[in-house]
């Protein structure tokens, strides 16, 4: 953890714990920097997110916060604050949780901003109320927390998340794992949340086939809890590569920019694929997209909107899924194509 230059407001920011929400976080720190283009902005954040920040030009630095889900980390918390105390200005809390709230007041951060919940009175110093109506997503909450209190939600802008990418790390994944130069596409079949947001696996691999059939070589991503999905999709599947497990963060970033288009659930590396400029198939089933959309306008959204859909839940409460299964890889296959054709046409 390198320490910033004195120049500027010093800003710390306590990032999310999701890999979406890091990425849709980068719309708070492009607001922070337009605003101050000589601020400095640290993070907090769970170590697995580094690799994610170091692609954020916005970041000066990135200070670990290591505890597990439900862990309340005491020990861990304070000692991260006292090597913070007496370096930032102002910190804005993303997270709505006490516990997330506790580092900045340790480390007696003069400013803190966040929005009220679980009583956090003593925690903050700048409370905002949540507006659901007015900030209606995920994205736009992050950055209304770096506007001054009181301005016009109304006319808030969303700057959109753009990863940098390292194209001589990408050639290097690319060789080490045996990926052809064919036009690439993309297949993220997890999803963190649970089986309601997840296209089904049999729907996937229908796809796949398709895919290489029309010339296209299939890259399946995903970390180790995917690698079993990734081989339903890809088992004696010519074409098809199950990297589920297989790669870094830092790594699947680079692949995902390499790749024509993606096939994704409302996930995680969806925003990444988004960020880093890659065309995006984006399947929403219990999820919907008018709450955590992909931040592009290189995207095509498939959603049934069915009367039982958006339900937000983890498992289906109906038990069928309906929402997804319903969604045909037909359908995904025609606006793949469709897409490329465009690109094509543009080239």
């Given at each position: 953890m390198r320490a910033p230059p004195s120049s500027g407001e010093r800003i710390l920011v306590i990032g999310p714990s999701?890999?979406?929400?890091?990425?849709?976080?980068?719309?708070?720190?492009?607001?922070?920097?337009?605003?101050?283009?000589?601020?400095?902005?640290?993070?907090?954040?769970?170590?697995?997110?580094?690799?994610?920040?170091?692609?954020?030009?916005?970041?000066?630095?990135?200070?670990?916060?290591?505890?597990?889900?439900?862990?309340?980390?005491?020990?861990?918390?304070?000692?991260?604050?006292?090597?913070?105390?007496?370096?930032?200005?102002?910190?804005?809390?993303?997270?709505?949780s006490w516990k997330s709230a506790l580092v900045p007041f340790l480390a007696r951060i003069p400013r803190r901003t966040g929005f009220t919940g679980e009583q956090r009175y003593g925690l903050?110093?700048?409370?905002?109320?949540?507006?659901?109506?007015?900030?209606?997503?995920?994205?736009?909450?992050?950055?209304?927390?770096?506007?001054?209190p009181g301005a016009d939600l109304g006319a808030l802008t969303v700057p959109r998340p753009r990863l940098r990418v390292d194209s001589d790390n990408m050639a290097a994944v690319r060789q080490g794992l045996g990926l052809s130069s064919r036009a690439a596409i993309g297949m993220m079949p997890?999803?963190?949340?649970?089986?309601?947001?997840?296209?089904?696996?049999?729907?996937?691999?229908?796809?796949?086939?398709?895919?290489?059939?029309?010339?296209?070589?299939?890259?399946?991503?995903?970390?180790?809890?995917?690698?079993?999905?990734?081989?339903?999709?890809?088992?004696?599947?010519?074409?098809?590569?199950?990297?589920?497990?297989?790669?870094?963060l830092a790594d699947a970033v680079d692949l995902l920019a390499d790749c024509r288009q993606v096939v994704t659930n409302d996930s995680g590396l969806m925003h990444v694929a988004a960020a880093v400029g890659t065309r995006v198939q984006a399947l929403y089933g219990s999820s919907s997209p008018a709450y955590t959309p992909p931040l592009t306008d290189n995207a095509t959204i498939h959603t049934l909107a069915l009367e039982c859909s958006p339900c937000f839940q983890r498992t289906c409460p109906l038990g069928h899924?309906?929402?997804?299964?319903?969604?045909?890889?037909?359908?995904?296959?025609?606006?793949?194509?469709?897409?490329?054709?465009?690109?094509?046409?543009?080239?």
């Open positions: 999701w890999v979406g929400d890091m990425v849709m976080a980068q719309s708070l720190l492009k607001t922070l920097r337009q605003r101050q283009p000589d601020c400095q902005i640290g993070v907090v954040a769970p170590g697995w997110s580094q690799p994610i920040l170091e692609r954020m030009e916005e970041v000066g630095e990135v200070a670990t916060l290591d505890v597990t889900h439900g862990e309340f980390g005491w020990g861990t918390r304070r000692a991260l604050a006292k090597r913070l105390k007496g370096r930032f200005d102002r910190a804005i809390v993303l997270p709505r903050l110093t700048d409370r905002r109320t949540l507006d659901k109506t007015a900030l209606d997503q995920t994205v736009k909450r992050f950055v209304a927390l770096g506007l001054p997890g999803a963190e949340y649970g089986p309601a947001k997840q296209w089904p696996l049999r729907h996937f691999r229908e796809l796949a086939q398709r895919l290489v059939a029309e010339g296209f070589e299939v890259r399946v991503l995903g970390g180790p809890k995917d690698a079993e999905a990734g081989e339903a999709i890809a088992e004696s599947q010519q074409g098809v590569h199950n990297l589920c497990g297989k790669t870094r899924t309906n929402c997804l299964v319903q969604l045909s890889p037909q359908r995904v296959l025609q606006a793949i194509l469709a897409s490329s054709a465009e690109l094509i046409g543009r080239g």
